[in-house]
């Protein structure tokens, strides 16, 4: 068992299937007390009395409050699953970039204004950040999912370093492919480069597990994704040549 998470309120955004409800089911099995939150009410119920946990559905920018209050007061663990796998180019609508930009970066950013100032008083609070190992690298194809989730990495890593001496905890989750609907949406782009590699949704769950215990911020369900972080910091027109590659097989339908 995991001791940061016994006993803890726990909210877990997009927890209706995929990551989320895989993230959902092991804080519940590790004794924590878990808000499932969903757009979809149906789902997120399902997975809630499944658990037995409290399903809270609606928007994942505004579910603090009433999470709180469904945890008796006081939220220990926000897990910002929820997110949006827009693909397309630069070209892709503005309302696509959006969409992405609100649900995969401003439903973030808008949990953590309400959830800090209550972990500062208290000197404490965890806020785990679902991004990606587009967040970390990129992804063809993708264009506004790549930069927002990059978006979403760089504000788990501000509040890490802005907050970490005044005990609040970040973990951001990089997975490349996970079996989830998102993966199957992504096409062919993602039959090429995730879908060889790809793993279960509890994967990630057992992976932030164990980046809770030894309290760590970047958590790789995938650990192949360090070295590919080490060579585009260290040889980026290498990388982005290589990345290329894969573009142009993709583009030839190889």
């Known amino acids: 068992m995991v001791e940061a998470v016994q006993g803890a309120g726990v909210v877990v955004t997009g927890a209706g ?5 895989a993230l959902a089911r092991r804080f519940a099995a590790e004794g924590a ?6 757009l979809d009410a149906d789902r997120a119920k399902a997975v809630a009395d499944e658990i037995g946990a409290i399903a809270v559905p609606g928007d994942a920018s505004a579910v603090v409050s009433d999470a709180r209050d469904a945890l008796g007061g006081t939220v220990d663990i926000y897990c ?5 796998g827009s693909g397309g180019s630069e070209a892709a609508g503005e309302d696509v970039w959006a969409l992405a930009w609100d649900v995969n970066v401003m439903a973030h950013v808008r949990a953590a204004e309400a959830l800090i100032p209550g972990w500062l008083e208290r000197g404490g609070g965890r806020f785990v950040s679902t991004v990606s190992a587009a967040g970390l690298l990129t992804m063809i194809g993708a264009a506004p999912y790549s930069v927002t989730k990059h978006g979403a990495y760089a504000f788990a890593e501000w509040l ?3 907050y970490r001496h005044r005990g609040i905890k970040v ?8 079996r989830t609907d998102m993966l199957a949406a992504t096409g062919s782009a993602g039959d ?6 790809a793993i279960e949704p509890d994967a990630v769950a057992d992976a932030l597990m164990a980046g809770i215990e030894e309290d760590r911020f970047l958590i790789l369900p995938h650990p192949e994704v360090a070295g590919y972080y080490q ?11 290589t990345m290329n590659h894969i573009q142009q097989k993709w583009e030839a339908g190889e």
Do not use: F, K, M, Y
Request: aromatic fraction near 2%; proline fraction near 7%; charged fraction near 15%.
């Open 171 to 178: 973990h951001a989750i990089c997975p490349q492919g996970v």
């Open 231 to 241: 060579a585009r910091a260290a040889e980026p027109d290498r990388w982005l040549t």
């Open 80 to 84: 910002a699953n929820a997110g949006v």
């Open 160 to 162: 890490s370093l802005t």
């Open 17 to 21: 299937g995929g990551i989320g409800a």
């Open 33 to 38: 007390r878990v808000v499932v939150n969903d």
């Open 192 to 197: 090429l480069v995730l879908q060889p590699t």
